[in-house]
C-alpha cells in the first residue's frame, strides 16, 4: 500500500457553508476527495496530493481564515504547510528521502508565526520540529510524520475519519 496522498484542514471564515467549500475544493482540485468537518473545520484526504497544498492556498483567501496541507509522496518524503489566510505558507516543514529538493521554511520564527496563527504553544511545535523526522517519511504509514504538526497546532486529526466522498466529475456527495 503507498501512502501517496494529500491531507488538509481548513478553518472556514465565519458564515462559509463546509459542503459548498468540499464542492469548490473538489472542482479545483479535479480530483474526488473525501471530507469530514466539525463545526467551520473541514478535514480533507486526498489520493490525488501533488496539488492539494496549492489548491487549497488558492481558494483559502475566499473561504477560510487558516489552513494546514500535507503531501505526502510515499519514500520520497513529505511536506507540510501551514497557511495564512492569504493563503501563502507561513511554516513549511519538510522530509527528503531521496534529495529532491522539497522546500522548507522550519524556523523559530516561521513556528511561532503558525503558533500564533492557530493560538497553539510555539513551544510545542519547537518539540515536534525537534523530533519529527528521526523516523522519516515511513512509506505506506498515512499520517506519519506530519500530523504531529497538526496535533500541535490544536488540529489533530479526527479519528475515525467518517467522510463524504465529493467528486467532481458528478457534482454530487456520496
Not at 114 to 128: I, K, Q, T
Amino acid at each position: 500500500m503507498s501512502s501517496f496522498s494529500g491531507w488538509a484542514v481548513i478553518d472556514l471564515k465565519d458564515g462559509r457553508d463546509s459542503e459548498e467549500f468540499a464542492l469548490a475544493l473538489a472542482a479545483a482540485h479535479q480530483s474526488a476527495v473525501d471530507v469530514a468537518t466539525q463545526g467551520s473545520r473541514v478535514f480533507v484526504f486526498s489520493d490525488f496530493g501533488v496539488t492539494l497544498s496549492s489548491v487549497v492556498g488558492d481558494l483559502l483567501p475566499e473561504w477560510g481564515v487558516r489552513a494546514i496541507a500535507a503531501s505526502d509522496f510515499d519514500e520520497h518524503g513529505v511536506i507540510n504547510e501551514v497557511l495564512g489566510p492569504d493563503g501563502a505558507a507561513v511554516h513549511v516543514a519538510s522530509i527528503d528521502e531521496e534529495g529532491d529538493g522539497l522546500p522548507d521554511n522550519d524556523t523559530a520564527e516561521s513556528r511561532r508565526a503558525a503558533a500564533a496563527l492557530f493560538g497553539a504553544e510555539p513551544s510545542a511545535l519547537d518539540e515536534v520540529s525537534e523530533t519529527w523526522s528521526d523516523e522519516g517519511a515511513q512509506p505506506s504509514v498515512l499520517g506519519v510524520p506530519y500530523l504531529k504538526w497538526w496535533t500541535a497546532l490544536g488540529a489533530p486529526w479526527p479519528h475515525p475519519f467518517e467522510s463524504t466522498t465529493i467528486d467532481p466529475r458528478t457534482a454530487s456527495s456520496s
